[in-house]
Every structure is written in C-alpha cells, then in structure tokens.
C-alpha cells in the first residue's frame, strides 16, 4: 500500500488530508510540524510527501532538506496557502506545487502521477 | 634903426613875409624865413614860437632863430605853462615886454636870464580872435623891445597864427590819419584774425559736424548754423521755429528748460531718430548764456551726430551687458529671443534683422529656429521708433522680451520652414557650422556661396554668417543683415557679432544642459513616485496574502468536510443541500482569494541585454574574498566582443554563484579557478574550471537529481536549481571531470537577436 505523509500544523485540515486521501486508498501518515515529519520519515519513509511550507516550529522547507539529505528519492508535493515561496531555489525542487483549496482534486490528480511516474522508472 | 626908416623895407618884408607864408613849405621852413623877413626890420638874438599843449597845462615851442649859442627852453620840449609868458599872453590876448629877465615876474625869466637873455617880447598869434600861442623875441640887451614894433607884429602875425594853426591842424589831421590808418590797419588785421578764428571755429564745428542753434527764454531759435538742418535732417534754417518742434522732443527731459532753469552747466540728452532708414543717435548738450541785458536768458544747443562714437562706445559696454542678460534665463526658448533680440536692438548690435538656426545632431540637419525683425521699411521705421521710445534702455528692452511671449512673425514663421541636410555643404548656414568661421556675403547675387534658395529667402545684398561654437562645436548659427537702412556691414560689425555669439552660444548650452538637468530631474521624481507607489502595493500586497493565507486554511478545512459530506451522499434532503451550499460558497470565496496576486510567487526570469563579460565581472568581485580565504587563485579569461545577451541577470548570477561555490568546496587544499568566456555557435559558453578532486563517473550521473550530494553540509539542490535555471533560458549545463585533475561546469547561453 502506498504511504503518504502529510504534514500539515492544522488538525482539522490534517484529518480532512486523512479522510480523502485514505478514500483513495492511500495509507496515510500526519506530521504535526517539520521536526516530527523529519523522525517519523525516518522511522517510517513515505512513498511520497505533502508538505506544508509554512508552518510553525521547523519550517517545511528545512524538513524537506533534512528529510530529502536521508533519502532524496522521496517526492514531494508542496502544498501551500501560496505565500511563502520568497525567492527561496530550494522549493524549486518539488515535485509539484499544489495552492491548498477545499477542493481535494488537483493534490489528489497530482499525487496519483508522481506516483505512476514513479512505478515507471 | 628907426621904424620910418624902415618903413619901405617893412612893407617889403610884409609882402615877402606873406609870400612865404602862401608857399607851400613846412612850418619850420617858413618859421625860417619869416624870421629871416623879420631881420631885416627888427633887431633880436633868439625868436620862437609857443604853442600851448591841448588839455595839458605845458606848452612847447618851436625855435625859429637864435643867434648865438643861447641854450634855453630845448625845442620841441614841453616845458610848463604856469609862469609863462605864453600863460599871460593867452590869459590876456595883448603883447608883453620883459624889460629886463634879471627882476621880471615870468617863471621862465630865471632860465633866460641864466642863460645870458635881459629883455623879450612876446606877440599873441590870435586867430579869429582867439590866441592860439605867441611869438616871442629874445634879446642879450635890457630894455630892448618896446611898443614900437607892434604895428609890424600887428601885420604879420594874424598871418603867422593862421600858418601855425593850419600847420598845427594838418599835422593833427594826418597824426590823427596816421593813427586812423595804424588803427585801420590793426583793426583789418584784427578782423583777418578774427575771420581766421571763424573759420577755424567754423572748421571745428563743420569737422565734428556740430549744429549750433540759440534760442531764447521762450524756447524759440533765434539763430541757427549751416550743420544744424544737415544734423536734424531739416530742409531749412529753423529760424523762429519752437525748439520742441525742430528737436522733436518728449515732455520727459528738456536740457533746454533745464539749462533755463539752473542758468548754468551743461545739459545733455541722447535722442534717437529715425533718417533714411537709419538710426541716428544725437547729442544736445544746452548750455545757458546770457543775453543783451546780461540776463541769462538764452540757450545755446549744440546738436552732435553721435551715432559713430555712439556706437563705438556702446558696444563695450554693450557685450558686457549682454553677457549678463543672456546669464538671466535658463529657459532656453526665452534665450533665443533674447539673443535675437540683442542682435537687432538698437542700443545693442543694431542690425535689421537676425536669423537663428540650430543643429539637430540626430536627425543630422541645420534647421530655422526663429527669427526677429521688421517685413518691410515702413515698419521697420515704425517699429524702431516705438521701441526706441517705449525702451528707452536696452535693460529694460530685454527685460520686457524676456516676460513676453514671442511673436509670431511672418519672418519668423517664413525662416521655420527651412531645414538642411549637414552634407549639403553648398548651403552657406551648414558651411558655418563646419567650418566654425563667420561669413562675410558683400554681394549675395554673385557670391558662390549663396544658393538660389537661400537667397530668394533672405532677399538681401549682403549678410554675415556667424557660428555658435561650444566646446569645438557649432551648435547653430545667427545670420544678420540690414536690408532696410542699407547700412554695411564692417570688420567691426562682424567682429562684434562674432564676441557676442561665442556668449550667446554658452549661454544656450547653460540652458541646454539646465533643462537636461530638469528632465533627469523630473524623470527622478516619477521614478521616486513609482517606487513609492509600488512599495505601498508590495505592502498591500502582503497583506493581503497573509489575509488570503489565514483566510485559505480554514476554508479548505469547512469546504473539504463539506464535499466529504456531499460525497457520502446524504439521505436527508437539508443535509444534502446545506452541505451543497457550503461547498458553492466556499469555492466562491476561493476564487475571490485566488484573484488577490501573490507577489511572492516564483517569478519567471526577467529577462534583459546583458553583457556576459560584465555579469562574470561581478561574479568574480563577490567571490574574490572568499576564494582568497580559502588559499585558491582565480585566473579570469573573457573573450572580448561577444554579442549580448538576453538573461535575468539574478538569476543567473545565481547559477555562477552556486557553479564556483561547487568548485571551491571540491578544492579544499587550495587550487586555482578558471572563469573563461568563449563563443561557441549560437551559444555564449561560459567554464568554471578547478583542480580539485574530479568526479567519479557514477556520482557525475547523479549531480543534477534533487538532494543528492557527496557533501557532508548543503542540501544538495545548488546544481538542480542551477539546471532548471538554465533551462528556463533555453540554454544548457554540461559537466565534464577528471578524478583528481579537477571538473569543469560549462553553461551555455543563446545568443538572441
């Protein structure tokens, strides 16, 4: 079964990820901050990662480098609320970006190819 | 001897006496013979004749004979009337005997009988009854003379006084002819001086060409010189005219009503009037005098043609004022009518008219920039009098052209239409501005210089032609000419034209480079306004996203549940729409906040020219410390003249950045970096070469995924992120190693059109 890990500080958005993307028969994992998604990709590495870059404690984009220094094999999808890219080239790295909306499909359609795009190689 | 004896030879003597006296001989010739006569009849050793000095109390007398050496009463001498004899004779019109001079009564007795003389007789020589001196007879004997000879006395001496008296009278009549004639003669030799004084007077005033005229307390001429009409331009002598009338005067400054006035000094104006076209400038100067009755009641006005010296003077000073109006006004279409302005004001160069035309570098061409004089004679003769009147000054001229707008002429709009190419070198304005030399056309109809075109245009016999030089360069050029007053023009005219451009040239290059000064200056404060503005939105900006960020998080959370409740597919109909209204809202609301622009998204490369060398430059001056902390020599190697590029010069400083930061980490005993430029086909190709430890073949496979890394420190992104730089510039990243020689990175760039 593939494992997702999403990071995401809000609970209620984080349970919202959970319900939808284990609808789609994803096994999904949710990290409360950066630092807890850095140990628990270690622990347990996921088969692709939605990351939130703007969050409080270990900023997304540190997890990302730390996680990625570990295992840089791992994709990643940011999605954000969109104001946070600034000029750093690091985001530039992802996978995909995703602007966070209520509407699940566009991360879920993006999600799905990395992972097909992945099989293949 | 006794009287009747003598009687024949007395009458004898009479009328020889008379005889003598009818000749025609002079007075002390006839004295002579009288006495001679006498002799004959009477017997005495000295007679002469005393004659009283007119208005003087002496007399003088005349020795008609003397027989020994008596020395008394010199002749001709005057001795003193008072105490003689002749005193008492004319007192008393009789004769006087002296019987004896030892003891007689008469003054003059002492010196005759000194001089050994005892008796005398003296006989009043009477005419018309009226004694106009004596004879008197002398003798060395007392008691000599009685009455007895007075018959003979009595008959000849009316004759004797009338010789004396007319003798007298014609001496006095041609001492008096004399003296008229010396007079005469001085008083013609007078005249000839003073007639020489007039004419050298006459010289003067006619050479400096001075009008005299003098007029009364009425201001009325009296009297007037020849120079005066020829000054004023007046058909005739202004006898009797008013004096305003002949000098055309104003009620502002009358010299003459001054000179009245003070009744002293001098009292100048300069006044300027118009004559055949030309402007004259004359001097009155009125200086009081005083009339028949010593009053000071009359004026004498000498009136000078000054326009010459005028000029002369004028000019000196003139190109210093000038000088300090053209510094006035840094508005340089105000400056142009300025100088035009000077060059055809009358108490300035004083030409007709005067063309400008400017250099146009860009467009490579010398056009009409503006032009400033009279259309015609008639105005022209107008315009100079109302300007000379109204303008008395030229500071005051060109104070008023520089607060009004200038007119619009037909000259003016006439010379605007004309514009030529800097290669058409046959046109006389392009010449002076090549040349940078002033040209002189006497006879505009035969002079190769002038075109056919250019001629019809100015229409004038003869002009000058001076360049506006600045700094080596002509920037335009003034034509001048005087198409009215005919006047020539001179050396000195060009001369002076040509001082007065080189100052109006750097004056309009002051003005030139103000109003540069003020665009940069405007172009600055837009630039600041934008800043100012584009900050205010980057700060609205951010706002907003923070906003749009707060708002975003929980919509995703409430219109996420609400599609999760939409999909469950709700058995009761108020879930179902409730949960449907939910998810429309919310997804109107995301579109509202998707419309608010993230300024702070990653941006597309902003692409400018850029020249590859000058970014390496750059490049190499960030990281010149920090190499040289880390013991590593850079050697930079730039192929000159490349083709410019187009490239977010951010950005790709970025890669360069990251591609040398590579290369040093892989250094870490020190080496030497090579940055090199070169042209490789449609490419710029830029290597970063070090001698570190090279690449193994399996890890430069891996350099360009995402996190990977040899290193112990990064994150292993630098070169990804450089890839995707360098393919967002449709351009391409290569690497080539040796292990342990060193790698080098090459990035190449399109050269874009």
Redesign the interface.
Known sequence: MTNILVVEDEKNQALLYRNELSAEGYSVSVARDGREAVTMAKLNPPDLLVLDINMPGMDGIEAMGKILGENNRIPIVINTAYSSFKDNFMTWSADAYIVKSADLTELKKAIKEILEKRKAQ | MKLVELYPARKEVISNIQRIISSSLNLKDIYASVVNELKKVMAFDRVSISIPIEGDNQAITFVASVTSTINVLEEGKPYPLKGSLLERILLTGEPIIVEDTKSGSHSTNGLFYKAGIRSRLGYPLKVRGRVIGSINFSSMEPNHFSTTQFPLLEEICPQLAMLTENTLLFEKVTLSEERYKNLYNNARLAEEQLRQEKEKLDYVVDVLGIGLCLMDRGMNILWANANLPKVWGLTELPKGARCRDVFQCTEAYCPVARALESAEGRYREIKTLVRDGRRRYIENTAIPLQDEKGEMGRVLVLSRDITQREKRLRQLSLLRELGQALHKTLNIEKLLNLILTSVTAGQALAFNRAFLFLVDEEKGSVYGKAAVGPSSGEEAARVWQDVSQRYPTLEELLKEVMEREPLDSPLNVKTRLLVYPLNKEEEIVVRCVKEMRSQVVKEAATDPRVTREFREFLGSKEFVCVPLVVKGGAVGVIIADNPYSMEPITDDHVHLLNIFAGQAALAMENAETYKSLEEKIEQLRETQERLCRSERLVAMGEIS??I???I?????????????IEKTKPEEEDVATAARII?EE??RL?KIL?NIK?F???QEPRKVRVDINTLLEDTCCLTEGYLRERGINLIKNFSPGLPPTFLDPAQIK?VLLNLVKNAVESMEEGGTLTVQSIREEQYIRTDISDTGQGMAPEVMEKIF?????TKTSG???GL??SH?IVDDHDGKLRVSSVQGRGSTFSMLLPITE
């Open positions: 996203t923070y749009a960020h707060e975003r998080n929980p919509l995703v959370t409430i219109g996420g549940f609400a599609r999760s998810v919310v997804s995301e998707g993230d702070s998204k990653p970025q995924t995402p996190f990977f890394t994150t292993g992104v990804v992120v995707k």
